[in-house]
């Protein structure tokens, strides 16, 4: 389908691809937005930017996971744009982090990741980068294995393993020294 898509720009054949996937874009989208609103939006600019960028999917790997990747990218880089003016207008913003309440179902014992309150945590993960929310969010709010994670960023094992380590400590610092 994709190839049809891309070799005759066929709208209805978009159609039937975005009715597909527009829920699960939509909801990569919400953990990004401050509101349903917003993640409409966002759910909107990639569809478009999609139709546009869609010649560029290879098929190296299912099509569902070059979208999530996609969409991450897109929602990363639109946070990073808005972090950056919220930064020039000197205020922060503390919504959103939906269903972080998974953050507490990591296997290994890290009594000061799983201690954390919920409201706090959604506080600290605005406090951390763009990229480190968005690992963090991959493994636990959308139970990504390792693997899937290395797909979508397109990076190794161990620089997954690495960066999602240094997410943690990262989040527990921001926690312990700004909200706990």
């Known amino acids: ?4 898509i891309v070799q005759s720009n066929d709208t209805l054949l978009f159609e039937v691809l975005y009715d597909r996937y527009a829920t699960l874009v939509y909801n990569k989208c919400m953990g990004f937005a401050k509101d349903e609103d917003e993640a409409k939006d966002l759910t909107q600019d990639v569809f478009l930017k999609l139709f546009v960028k869609l010649a560029s999917f290879k098929g190296n790997s299912k ?18 744009r808005n972090t ?11 919504a959103d982090a939906e269903n972080v309440e998974s953050l507490y179902e990591e296997e290994e014992d890290d009594s000061s990741f799983l201690s954390m309150k919920v409201d706090k945590l959604k506080i600290a993960l605005e406090l951390i980068s763009p990229e480190e929310k968005m ?4 493994k636990y709010q959308d139970s990504l294995t390792i693997k899937e994670i290395e797909d979508v960023l397109g ?13 943690k400590d990262k989040l527990v610092t921001v926690y312990n020294n700004n909200l706990g």
């Open 1 to 4: 389908m994709i190839k049809g």
């Open 135 to 138: 690992i963090l969010l991959l």
């Open 84 to 94: 950056a003016k919220k930064i020039e207008k000197q205020s922060v913003d503390y």
């Open 155 to 167: 990076i190794g094992e161990s620089a997954v393993k690495m960066r999602i380590k240094r997410a």
């Open 63 to 80: 099509f569902s996971t070059w979208l999530y990747a996609f969409t991450y990218n897109h929602c990363v880089n639109y946070v990073t």
